[in-house]
């Protein structure tokens, strides 16, 4: 899609989402009462069953645009239109995951996959445009992200973590004389979200507490983030794959991951293990092993690095220098 599809389509909402604040009264802050994450799971997938048991999309029409599809061109209604209209419920795939110590079942209609090389991982940057309506499809929220100005999935909801990184970016993009970028072949679909991969009781203003979710996007690229610049990306410091860096209630850990335990998640620290050497700095290895360029007759620790941290391990007990206190070693 280009960006004067973009431009039309931003102009022709009124309502964009924009605030974090938690809902108030006139009197003063509204206290939200803190439900059974189970139970409403299961109410939150009786109504999104529902919806998409009577909500039809225009399947016919989005095959006929094909490759060069977007937002823009999707629409959900309650009314079949005609035969080219198919039940969203038919067409969905329907995944879980364990969050929370809840499972949760969410719904996803896979439009595109996308015709890049790339998808991006949870803790990565996206461009992306998309667009989030409640169940009575009202919409509360529609934004564009930029390439200048790309979205932290590190810092959204957790089943956008869990949905976007199954889709690819774009497969090409041109650049006008205008400087508006048109492009082909991007990631389009549309997530059908329980409130606990939602907002859950913390809704934003516009969004009522324990809302079950729908958002439309579009991926069109993505981009690596090393969010504590200290050679590993982010991704690679969520050690127990879960794909949260989440503070766990019942231990005073980071979800697994804050390995010294200071608070402060390890995709987030530049001191992984609390050693004093900065994680950059236990980067040892050396990208030529034929070369002894320090003269201590070991070809691997010649102080330049290769840019991975996480294979210096220096008394050999497997685990990288960058996570042992014990092997405090820098290339400085």
């Known amino acids: 899609m280009s960006l004067r599809k973009i431009g039309f389509f931003i102009l022709s909402f009124v309502l964009v989402f924009s605030s974090c604040k938690k809902d108030d009264s006139v009197a003063g802050t509204?206290?939200?009462?803190?439900?059974?994450?189970?139970?409403?799971q299961l109410a939150d997938n009786d109504s999104l069953i529902d919806y998409l048991g009577t909500y039809y999309y225009n399947a016919g029409e989005l095959a006929e645009i094909g490759l060069d599809a977007g937002i823009q061109d999707i629409i959900i209604s309650e009314i079949k239109v005609d035969d080219e209209y198919q039940?969203?419920?038919?067409?969905?795939?329907?995944?879980?995951?364990?969050?929370?110590?809840?499972?949760?079942?969410?719904?996803?209609l896979e439009l595109n996959l996308?015709?890049?090389?790339?998808?991006?991982?949870?803790?990565?940057t996206v461009q992306i445009l998309y667009e989030g309506t409640l169940l009575d499809n009202s919409v509360f929220d529609f934004k564009f992200f930029p390439d200048d100005n790309p979205l932290d999935l590190a810092g959204v909801i957790t089943g956008w973590r869990r949905?976007?990184?199954?889709?690819?970016?774009?497969?090409?993009?041109?650049?006008?004389?205008?400087?508006?970028?048109?492009?082909?072949?991007?990631?389009?679909?549309?997530?059908?979200l329980p409130s606990g991969l939602a907002?859950?009781?913390?809704?934003?203003?516009?969004?009522?507490?324990?809302?079950?979710?729908?958002?439309?996007?579009e991926l069109l690229r993505t981009g690596e983030n090393d969010h504590d610049g200290d050679g590993i990306p982010s991704y690679l410091e969520d050690l127990n794959g879960d794909g949260e860096f989440l503070l766990n209630s019942d231990v005073d850990t980071m979800d697994g991951d804050d390995t010294d335990n200071d608070g402060t998640p390890n995709y987030f620290d530049a001191d992984d293990d609390g050693d004093g050497v900065l994680t950059i700095n236990e980067d040892l290895e050396d990208t030529d092993l034929s070369v002894d360029s320090d003269g201590d007759g070991d070809f691997t620790n010649d102080k330049n690095g290769d840019g991975d941290p996480t294979n210096d391990d220096t008394d050999g007990d497997g685990i990288p220098?960058?996570?042992?206190?014990?092997?405090?070693?820098s290339k400085l």
Not at 114 to 124: L, R, Y
Request: hydrophobic share 35%; no cysteine; aromatic share 16%.
């Open 321 to 329: 220098n960058y996570l042992d206190p014990d092997d405090k070693i």
């Open 114 to 124: 996308g015709g890049g090389i790339e998808s991006p991982t949870f803790a990565d």
């Open 163 to 192: 949905v976007i990184p199954n889709f690819n970016v774009a497969e090409s993009f041109v650049i006008n004389d205008d400087g508006l970028v048109d492009y082909f072949n991007s990631g389009l679909g549309i997530m059908f």
């Open 199 to 217: 907002y859950f009781s913390g809704a934003p203003t516009g969004i009522p507490s324990y809302s079950p979710l729908v958002f439309k996007f």
């Open 87 to 108: 039940l969203l419920m038919d067409n969905v795939v329907k995944e879980s995951v364990t969050y929370e110590d809840t499972v949760y079942d969410y719904y996803v």
């Open 30 to 40: 509204v206290t939200i009462e803190i439900r059974d994450r189970e139970e409403q």
